[in-house]
């Protein structure tokens, strides 16, 4: 069995708020680069679970040809092997006019094209497009059934994966046999940071790329985006309650929100 | 055509931010010139299709025993059948766990274009548009379809709840041949959240706790809990907070946790770290309270106590009592 993580490399968080809308349009973005936040609870699982189930494990990620550091670290981190996916072959030029689905499809096909994945592993959101929704599209081109938020993956026995997982009214026991996509919650590992050794392993490792003429995906253009901007600064012109004692500050502070009626 | 939302539902209670979707997707189909539709999914679902139809929408119920609990592929299917039923032209759910990858699978199985996590919608020259973040909250954008189906998931609290009693609905049942042993996903235990316990992504007001509460952390979170029961509000905490293991992780606000938009964020021993404002930024009033007067989080407040939150909170917490009652 082989066990494949998908891993989308991102800015750094702290970064985030630097990111123009100049930039974000042209997405010629100057900041740092890391592997997704997210996407390190599924590469960590994914190490974990092809050591307990003896599989072998694939970090897939689509990303500008050459963006390999979070590939190198998911292989730093223990996953077995690395593919990027280039994501040229989604686009048709104009960024803003391909969609998620198309990413979805691209990486559904390099899933397929590495050959008895019966389980996919990702994150539970990417950290710049923020949208929960390339898991969904990739089960859904692959036509496996999908579990979200999964906070625990108890056993593979006999083809059926069973899991915990959590959602906003509780949490479940689920079981369901394989193939099967599932993003992890954040609650599921502890990510290992990279070994010395396994630093050493993945500067020298051989990452294959995917290109247009590799895999069966066309770029489609169901959404548009536009009026990329930064949002309305808020005011901040804090109101600070002083007073002798922290008493008369509460009292202040209380009387402030009843008149904003926000209690 | 119509503008179809699904509403969400456990245990035979409806989610409260789908009435939010419902109420704004009325005010789209009045501008479009269409109509709106709610689709109930579950067994035993009539108090919540009469909920539905009592927002005077047009309501399609999908109740078998097979789909008492939430399974993505029975339900993608009965949401496909009321899309065919309805000749929907949109399709809407609020932005949860289930409701976004619902969303995320049904536009990907009708070739439909997704707008995730949308935090507002409306129409312009005849056409709908959808406002979302991407960068985690730094960058908005606009959406248009080009699709004959457009999808959305939108953000709990985005919209406010509509008004109750317009009436004027109707239901229509949908008929359900779901055979149990088809579906492959089996639910085998499930435990509700803690009753009494108020949704972060749903809370009208939250009270957030950080490693401020360091020296005395079990004290310290009994003190948020404290005043988060006199407002009726729901427990957040940051990061540290919870990596330190002062509380479960679902209670995270951030980048990494949950991201909320309450009336009344009040933030205790939280210094304001740019991934923490990621998940609460858009709060309507923001409330810091903290020892250090430079803390970054009060450029982002409205009201800021400069104190100890070990003797603010007990203070806060006693004065609303007398003013509440
Ligand atoms: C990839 C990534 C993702 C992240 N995601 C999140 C996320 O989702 N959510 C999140 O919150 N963080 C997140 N973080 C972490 C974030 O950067 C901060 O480390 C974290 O928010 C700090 O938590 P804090 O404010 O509780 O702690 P600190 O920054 O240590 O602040 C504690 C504050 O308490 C004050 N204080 C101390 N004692 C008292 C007292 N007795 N009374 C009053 N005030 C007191 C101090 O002055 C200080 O301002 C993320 C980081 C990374 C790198
Ligand atoms: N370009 C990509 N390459 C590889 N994996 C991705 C990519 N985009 C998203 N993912 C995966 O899908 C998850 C959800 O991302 P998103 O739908 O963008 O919020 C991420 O945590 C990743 O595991």
């Known amino acids: 069995m082989k066990i494949a993580v998908l891993i989308k490399q991102t800015p750094d968080t702290a970064e985030l708020p630097k990111i123009s809308a100049a930039e974000a349009q042209s997405g010629d973005i100057n900041v740092t680069m890391v592997i997704n936040p997210w996407d390190e609870y599924a590469a960590e699982e994914a190490i974990d679970l092809a050591d307990r189930f003896d599989a072998d494990s694939v970090a897939i990620s689509l990303g500008p040809d050459g963006e390999i550091d979070a590939l190198k670290h998911a292989l730093a981190m223990g996953v077995g092997e690395a593919v990027l996916v280039d994501e040229s072959i989604v686009s048709s030029g104009d960024k803003w006019a391909t969609d998620e689905l198309a990413t979805a499809e691209a990486l559904a096909e390099a899933v397929k094209a590495?050959?008895?994945?019966?389980?996919?592993?990702?994150?539970?959101?990417?950290?710049?497009?923020?949208?929960?929704?390339?898991?969904?599209?990739?089960?859904?081109?692959?036509?496996?059934?999908?579990?979200?938020?999964?906070?625990?993956?108890?056993?593979?026995?006999?083809?059926?994966?069973?899991?915990?997982?959590?959602?906003?009214?509780?949490?479940?026991?689920?079981?369901?046999?394989?193939?099967?996509?599932?993003?992890?919650?954040?609650?599921?590992?502890?990510?290992?940071?990279?070994?010395?050794?396994?630093?050493?392993?993945a500067s020298r490792a051989n990452i294959p790329t995917l290109g247009a003429g590799d895999l069966p995906v066309a770029a489609s253009q169901t959404v548009t985006w536009s009026n990329l901007r930064k949002p309305e600064e808020r005011k901040g012109s804090v109101q600070i309650f002083d007073g002798a004692t922290v008493q008369e500050k509460a009292a202040k502070l209380v009387d402030a929100l009843l008149e904003e009626k926000v209690i | 055509m119509t503008i179809l939302v699904w509403i969400e539902q456990n245990n035979g209670e409806a989610v409260s931010s789908c009435w939010e979707v419902l109420g704004k997707a009325q005010e789209l189909a009045a501008q479009l010139g269409t109509s709106a539709s709610a689709l109930v999914v579950g067994d035993a679902i009539d108090v919540i299709a009469q909920e539905a139809a009592g927002y005077g929408a047009a309501v399609y119920t999908a109740s078998s025993p097979a789909l008492a609990r939430y399974r993505l592929q029975p339900y993608a299917a009965v949401v496909e059948q009321a899309l065919d039923a309805s000749g929907a032209t949109a399709f809407l759910t609020n932005a949860t766990l289930r409701g976004g990858s619902l969303a995320a699978?049904?536009?990907?199985?009708?070739?439909?274009?997704?707008?995730?996590?949308?935090?507002?919608?409306?129409?312009?020259?005849?056409?709908?548009?959808?406002?979302?973040?991407?960068?985690?909250?730094?960058?908005?954008?606009?959406?248009?379809?080009?699709?004959?189906?457009?999808?959305?998931?939108?953000?709990?609290?985005?919209?406010?709840?509509?008004?109750?009693?317009?009436?004027?609905?109707?239901?229509?049942?949908?008929?359900?041949?779901?055979?149990?042993?088809?579906?492959?996903?089996?639910?085998?235990?499930?435990?509700?959240?803690?009753?009494?316990?108020?949704?972060?992504?749903?809370?009208?007001?939250?009270?957030?706790?950080?490693?401020?509460?360091?020296?005395?952390?079990?004290?310290?979170?009994?003190?948020?809990?404290?005043?988060?029961?006199?407002?009726?509000?729901?427990?957040?905490?940051?990061?540290?907070?919870?990596?330190?293991?002062?509380?479960?992780?679902?209670?995270?606000?951030?980048?990494?946790?949950k991201t909320v938009k309450?009336?009344?964020?009040?933030?205790?021993?939280?210094?304001?770290?740019?991934?923490?404002?990621?998940?609460?930024?858009?709060?309507?009033?923001?409330?810091?309270?903290?020892?250090?007067?430079?803390a970054p989080i009060f450029a982002k407040a409205s009201f800021g106590i400069v104190d100890d939150l070990f003797t603010v909170l007990p203070a806060l917490t006693e004065e609303f009592k007398k003013r509440l009652g």
């Not at chain 2, 995730?116 to 960058?139: C, E, F």
């Not at chain 2, 509509?162 to 609905?169: F, K, L, N, Q």
């Not at chain 2, 309450?262 to 309507?284: E, F, R, T, W």
């Open chain 2, 262 to 294: 309450p009336d009344l964020y009040i933030a205790a021993g939280i210094s304001g770290a740019i991934q923490h404002l990621a998940g609460m930024g858009n709060s309507k009033v923001i409330v810091a309270i903290n020892k250090d007067p430079d």
């Open chain 1, 114 to 201: 590495q050959g008895d994945v019966e389980l996919v592993l990702t994150g539970k959101m990417s950290v710049d497009g923020n949208s929960g929704v390339i898991y969904a599209g990739v089960a859904c081109k692959l036509g496996w059934d999908l579990l979200v938020n999964v906070t625990k993956i108890v056993d593979i026995a006999d083809g059926i994966i069973t899991v915990e997982q959590a959602f906003e009214g509780g949490h479940e026991s689920v079981a369901v046999p394989l193939p099967v996509v599932i993003s992890v919650a954040k609650e599921i590992n502890d990510p290992r940071f990279p070994s010395f050794m396994g630093i050493r392993k």
């Open chain 2, 105 to 257: 699978t049904i536009a990907c199985a009708r070739g439909g274009g997704i707008a995730a996590n949308a935090s507002d919608l409306r129409v312009d020259g005849g056409q709908l548009i959808a406002t979302r973040s991407i960068y985690s909250g730094n960058i908005l954008a606009d959406i248009t379809f080009n699709s004959s189906l457009a999808v959305a998931s939108v953000r709990p609290r985005s919209f406010s709840m509509p008004a109750t009693g317009a009436g004027g609905g109707s239901i229509q049942a949908l008929p359900v041949a779901l055979d149990e042993a088809s579906i492959r996903e089996k639910i085998t235990d499930f435990r509700a959240a803690d009753t009494g316990e108020v949704s972060l992504t749903d809370a009208k007001i939250i009270v957030s706790g950080g490693r401020g509460v360091a020296a005395d952390p079990e004290k310290g979170f009994a003190l948020v809990g404290e005043l988060a029961d006199v407002l009726g509000a729901a427990m957040g905490a940051s990061r540290a907070a919870v990596d330190a293991g002062y509380i479960p992780y679902k209670h995270q606000v951030g980048q990494t946790g």
